[in-house]
Every structure is written in C-alpha cells, then in structure tokens.
C-alpha cells in the first residue's frame, strides 16, 4: 500500500487522530487497524511520531505508512496439507476441514492451525488482523468445516472486509439438525446478546445492546429423526446459525454449547458456498463445494 499525505481540514479539527484515520483513510479496515498502524509507528504529524489519543489541529500534516505490519515470530510456517478452491495473486480460497482451528488463540497454541499452513503456502499474506492472523479475513469455528476467504494483501483485505461488513458477501451453508423441520423453508429474525452464564456463547435477546440476526432456511433432505438443511445467514454474528437453529427447536447435531455434543461425531456444520465481488477485477465470483460425506450417510 502506498504512503498516504492528509491535511487536517477544520471539520475535522480536534478529532482524536485514530478517528480522524479511520473516517478519511479509505484503504484501512477498522479503527482497531488504525491503532495498531500508529503503534507501529507508521503515522505522524508535522513529521513527529503521533499517538493515538492525540488530537488533529487544522492544518496539520498527516503521513501514514500503509507497510505491512510485522507478524507474530512464534507463529512458524508448517507444512498443513490445504483444500485450495481458487487462488490468484490477491487472495485463496481455501475448503478448511472440520476441527482445524484457524487461527492461533494464545501464546501455548502456536502450531497446527490453518494460520501455519497459510505461512508455508503464501509468500505474502495481509497484516490487517492481530500478528496471529495474518490473512484472515473472516474465520469459522474449529469444528465447522467449509469455505474460508484468505488475503494475500491489506488492499485486498480492506476491501473484503468492507463487503463483509456491508453484508454483500453472500454466504451457504448447511447443516444436519435434530429432528424433522415442519415447514420447507423459512426465516429466523431474532437479535443475539451476551449470555448471562456463559462468556463463550451467546443467546436469543431483546435488550438495547442485542445486535439484530436474520437467517433464511431451505429443507434439502429429510431422515428419519434428522434435516439437512442449507442455512443463508444475512448477518454474520457469532454463533449465529447455531443458536437460530436451537432456537427452533431444532438444534445442530453434535454441537456442545447449543445442542447435545454426542449426537453426531463432529459439528454438522458446513460452509458450503460464497459470493463475493473480486477486489480488483471488480468481478462477481461464486463458489459451491460438495457437502461432507457423512452429512449424508444417515438412515
């Protein structure tokens, strides 16, 4: 990314310097992003090194370096086999595997993620995210397999970010869950919010700090005490198809916070397609991969 000249105009005046980046840089992902850049170092003011509680003053002269940020050394390169869908010199897409985890989750899970296989893979890959998360642009849970979106570069991220935050990337998956869906298809509008118990899941909520959750639902196939069913969420929140389907009363087998965890011997939970427009061909691209096998050996 090339380095950036901004003069602080009078609207702008007195705007702590993370937002003022963060409303008038369109190459940047996330004020988090913004923050880390001055950490690093990468900006200044009137040619001094500027923090990010500082202050912008009209006139002032913004320089920011949009160089890579540096990565996590603990994190090594390994030699992961990896499912690729489509790649370029932009960015891959990759078919993840059930129980893989993306990406490491502290300083003791270093090895053995998707993050390491990507490192062996790729020369380059985007420093938008934390050291650990180099490339990822969105991420899945560790025992949801399926389609994950990699970038090669922060121009490249930004871009995809910006569509998953606008909703325009449209997303597949399906899923085996409990017993037999009544009706073909469907939709769950229902906003989620913290659980009052546990940190680590959330729940069906209705207060002011709940964020709003729809997900469409399509009947494929009907078993005898179970549905395969393709889920297309319109937001993208955590755990979001897990707990609309519980929700229903029909939760996804195998799951260990939202259903019961011996019902199937993984998360029946697969990210089956997605859309999206190319960051630079500006071109729509579309992408469908087969569903697990054991998705559809049942009785």
Do not use: W
Not at 56 to 84: F, K, R, T
Not at 107 to 120: E, F, I, R
């Amino acid at each position: 990314m090339p380095t950036h000249v901004l003069k602080v105009d009078p609207d702008h005046s007195q705007l702590r310097l993370d937002v003022y980046l963060a409303q008038n840089l369109s190459d940047v992902p996330s004020r988090t992003f913004v923050k880390r850049l001055i950490e690093a170092g990468q900006v200044s003011i009137n040619k001094k090194t500027a923090k990010a509680n500082q202050k912008v003053v009209s006139g002032d002269a913004v320089v920011v370096e949009l160089s890579a940020l540096p990565q996590d050394e603990n994190i090594a390169p390994e030699n992961i086999p990896l499912d690729i869908v489509y790649e370029d010199e932009n960015l891959l897409l990759v078919n993840k595997p059930s129980g893989l985890l993306v990406h490491p989750v502290n300083a003791q899970n270093t090895s053995g993620t998707l993050v390491n296989a990507l490192l062996h893979h790729c020369k380059t890959l985007s420093s938008v995210n934390a050291e650990t998360r180099p490339g990822i642009v969105h991420r899945l849970d560790r025992e949801t397999s399926g389609l994950l979106l990699v970038a090669k570069d922060n121009k490249t991220h930004t871009k995809l970010a910006k569509q998953f935050e606008r909703h325009e990337i449209k997303k597949q998956y399906l899923a085996l869950v409990e017993g037999k869906v009544e009706f073909d298809e469907g939709v769950v509008d229902a906003a989620l919010g913290k659980h009052p118990r546990y940190y680590d899941r959330k729940k069906i909520s209705f207060d002011d700090a709940a964020k709003e959750a729809t997900t469409f639902y399509k009947v494929k196939r009907r078993f005898k005490n179970k549905t395969l069913v393709a889920l297309f969420p319109q937001t993208g929140r955590t755990h979001q198809l897990r707990v609309h389907m519980a929700h229903l009363g029909h939760p996804i087998l195998g799951d260990d916070k939202y259903g019961k965890k011996d019902s199937f011997p993984r998360l029946a939970l697969h990210a089956q397609g997605i859309g999206f427009v190319h960051p630079h061909s500006n071109q729509y691209m579309e992408f469908l991969v087969k569903p697990p096998q054991e998705f559809l050996q049942l009785d």
